[in-house]
C-alpha cells in the first residue's frame, strides 16, 4: 500500500498516482501489510481445521446412509 505525502490517501500498489491528487510522484515508500500475515495464518487455521472436518462429515453422511439401506 501506498500513501500519499499531499492528502495522505492510502492506496493500492498498482495505481500508479494518487487516486484523490492525481500526482504519480508523491508517494511514501510502500508500507508493510500488516493483515498479511494474520490472513495468511488464518487461511492455514482453516486448511488445517476444516479439511479434518469435512472428512468427519462424509464418513458421518456415509455412515448414515449405510445404516439406513442396510435396515432398510
Same mark, same amino acid.
Given at each position: 500500500?501506498?500513501? @500519499?505525502?499531499?492528502?495522505? +490517501?492510502?492506496?493500492?500498489?498498482?495505481?500508479? #498516482? !494518487?487516486?484523490? @491528487?492525481?500526482?504519480?510522484? +508523491?508517494?511514501?515508500?510502500?508500507?508493510?501489510? #500488516? !493483515?498479511?500475515?494474520?490472513?495468511?495464518?488464518?487461511?492455514?487455521?482453516?486448511?488445517?481445521?476444516?479439511?479434518?472436518?469435512?472428512?468427519?462429515?462424509?464418513?458421518?453422511?456415509?455412515?448414515?446412509?449405510?445404516?439406513?439401506?442396510?435396515?432398510?
Amino acid at each position: 500500500m501506498k500513501r @500519499c505525502k499531499k492528502c495522505g +490517501t492510502v492506496y493500492s500498489s498498482i495505481c500508479g #498516482e !494518487c487516486p484523490k @491528487c492525481f500526482d504519480p510522484e +508523491t508517494f511514501v515508500e510502500e508500507e508493510k501489510d #500488516e !493483515c498479511g500475515d494474520t490472513q495468511k495464518r488464518n487461511s492455514w487455521i482453516a486448511l488445517i481445521i476444516g479439511i479434518p472436518l469435512f472428512m468427519i462429515v462424509i464418513y458421518a453422511l456415509y455412515y448414515v446412509i449405510k445404516t439406513l439401506v442396510i435396515s432398510g
